[in-house]
Nanobody
Framework: QVQLVESGGGSVQAGGSLRLSCAAS????????LGWFQEAPGKEREYVAT????????YYSDSVKGRFTISRDNAKNTVYLQMNSLKAEDTAVYYC????WGSGSTNPHAYDFWGQGTQVTVSS
């Protein structure tokens, strides 16, 4: 059974940092592309950052470029999202997802498995 479990969310003041983690089990983690997506109230789920199966290609939305960093540790079956210089507009539920094609697509419909989400709240 495939499981993705996010952790690390919480409340922080603007300018602060958080590190999200997503632990995976039940599939060949190292062959999958991985992504972090956000869903704010009243908005569609959209990509934040993705990474391909090798970890050599990463993609960031314009809104987080230069502030967030995605990384993966295949030995620990874990993907991370380091979030720095947080802004109020980063407030959302953050989901990690796994893509069996390994490319790290920015399209959420390309992903096969999803975590339950973790809330990030940034106060200004």
């Amino acid at each position: 059974q495939v499981q993705l479990v996010e952790s690390g969310g919480g409340s922080v003041q603007a300018g602060g940092s958080l590190r999200l983690s997503c632990a995976a089990s039940g599939y060949s983690f190292s062959t999958y592309g991985l992504g972090w997506f956000q869903e704010a109230p009243g908005k569609e789920r959209e990509y934040v950052a993705t990474i391909n199966w090798r970890g050599g290609s990463t993609y960031y939305s314009d809104s987080v470029k230069g502030r967030f960093t995605i990384s993966r540790d295949n030995a620990k079956n874990t993907v991370y999202l380091q979030m720095n210089s947080l802004k109020a507009e980063d407030t959302a539920v953050y989901y990690c997802a796994a893509d069996q094609w390994g490319s790290g697509s920015t399209n959420p419909h390309a992903y096969d498995f999803w975590g339950q989400g973790t809330q990030v709240t940034v106060s200004s």
